[in-house]
RNA sequence: GGCUCUGUAGCUCAACUGGAUAGAGCAUCGCACUACGGAUGCGAAGGUUAGGGGUUCGAAUCCCUUCAGAGUCACCA
């Protein structure tokens, strides 16, 4: 909270015990950012108090405005609009807290490191038998952005994913690599990994699907096949569990070339067939415990109707795993993995809601308390103009393929503004990936992310209004500001306190100083979205300002130190903000 | 059918978690400016917050209800 508001809060109270020898709730205690319409900064809303007051609105909030402007140095004045106590600061306050941001440089609004509680995210988690698509990048880019916030907030943040590398999906592409592939390798064709065993789930699928037409769904023969290398794989033969590796390494090796184009990564890896059998044990010492039942036919099923949620099975009658089974093992591996994990927070798609809710709850019965703890960070489905993405219904937009198309258009983009001339040939490959993907994951996750959203691959791409490219382009400027100011080191800037600071630079320097507040706020809720806003807001703010306030040329110098220090506070802000949204900023575009 | 989520300007999104006249961007129209980086700034127009009822000083926000959309309720993953 910034200093203001929590003097201003305690002020209220006690002003409120002294002058109408009542207490209310901290709770009732509401202080809010003053409109621009009106002349101040924060305002209080006085209607909590006037029960205690027995007065009106008006008469209330003057006797509170009185106090205040008596008892604190920072309140200069007050203004009473309604039932609204609007109240103006000094701007040697301002100018202390500006002060104070900018002697911390780029640490401004950072957390010491590790000084909360050691939390897991897991993010991405693909099947292993297609490529990442463009609901992928929503995921990777939101756990990712979550992670970096969270570590801002102080946490100590364990990045992790479990790779779904077991299962009938896998098997397919196996099948129909053997029938189909004659050897092909990623080598051979040219194909990335990824894309490559892609290519034989879709083989499968259509053979299958001629197949189907003969012999019906369940006794398709290549179906039939897939079945028997599952089998083969369950029992250790030594040749399909090659082969399993080989074509996994493939995938992984696509992947992680996409991941690092990206910019995420992670601090460990759960693969589920080192995990899968675990779970059952932990169903089993369940079963023993008393928290779970067994039914006639042998099956294992926890019942959760008290707490609204269904009986849900564990364990089917002949001893094997269902989806959660394997989920509670890797759950509990983590805790024993990091016994000093807080919790666990699941970036995974919205259609998965219930799915964590009983995992919760299971967690908790098998006497992990952390489970109440652990959220899942649910976000919605990513939309095209023309349909829903599905990735069964062919209309995938694949991840690498966005990601080219960016850096194209970025490319695309300059040439058109001709702005190149200025960039050295070898440094633009990596401005067009900085100024591209911050376009693009800028896009994704100014969003709430519970929201499903509309990708408009065109409107994607725009660099003018609330987008990446006009923030890095507000950014570069004020960096080349402060270079031709010959400030090397802002931080060792300092304003006089007799500054005089105009109302829109008031404004637009509270914005920035919230940047802390903003990034705790968005740890709390897991919401990149409320921090995209604030650098746009800060962006906003600070272009408009810059139109018609000089800098460097103004000509008072203390002012135009203030003024320095406001477009270095800016910058930085921005820069630290975006940087947790995983967007690089250029210093030339 | 039960449960959950969503519905805000033509379009894409906000609204400090119950506060003032619901704000931005895109698109449309107009204005400024040869610039400390114009990939700019300013303005106009655009709204019964899906509809109805309720709670209170005050509702996009909370409750009830109707409508529309999505998801889920698998011995699939």
Known sequence: MLRIDQILSDAVLSGCTELFGASPDP????????????????????????????????????????????????????????GFLNLSISDSYWISELNEAVSAGGLFGLQPAKSKPQVMVEYSSPNTNKPLHLGHLRNNFLGYSVSEILKAAGHDVVKVQIINDRGIHICKSMVAWLKFGKGETPESSGLKGDKLVGKYYVAF?????????????????????????????????????????????????????????????????????????????????????????????????????????????????DGTAVYITQDIGTAILRFEDYPSLDRQVYTVGNEQEYHFKVLFEILGKLGFEQGERCHHLSYGMVELPDGKMKSREGTVVDADDILAEMRETAEAVAIEAGKLDSIPEEDRPELFKQVGYGALKYFLLRVDPKKSMMFDPKGSIDFIGNTGPYIQFNYVRSRSVLRNAGIERARYLIVESSVELDQTEKRLLMT?????????????????SILANLCYEITKSYSSWYQDHPILKEENEDLRMARLAICSLCSSSVKTGMSLLGVNMPERM
């Open 27 to 82: 709770s009732q205690v509401s202080i809010q950012l003053t409109r621009p319409e009106f002349e101040g900064e924060r305002t209080v809303i006085v209607f909590p108090f006037t029960r205690l007051s027995k007065k009106n609105p008006e008469d209330t909030g003057k006797t509170i405005g009185e106090y205040l402007v008596a008892n604190l140095e920072e309140i200069t004045s007050f203004q009473i609009v309604k």
């Open 205 to 317: 699928d259509k053979a299958y699907k001629a197949e189907v037409v003969e012999h019906g769904e369940d006794d398709a023969p290549i179906l039939l096949e897939a079945r028997e290398i599952l089998h083969k794989w369950e029992s250790g033969d030594e040749e399909v569990r090659a082969l399993w590796d080989q074509m996994n390494g493939w995938v992984y090796a696509g992947f992680e070339s996409t991941y690092k184009e990206m910019g995420v990564d992670f601090d460990k890896l759960y693969y589920e067939s080192d995990t899968y059998l675990i779970g059952k044990s932990q169903v089993e010492k369940g079963l023993a415990s008393g928290v779970f039942s067994q039914r006639e036919d042998g099956s294992i099923w926890v019942d959760l109707t008290d707490k609204g949620l269904d009986e849900k099975l564990l364990l089917r009658k």
């Open 512 to 528: 920035a100083l919230s940047l802390p507040d903003i990034i705790e706020e968005s740890a709390r809720l897991y919401d990149p």
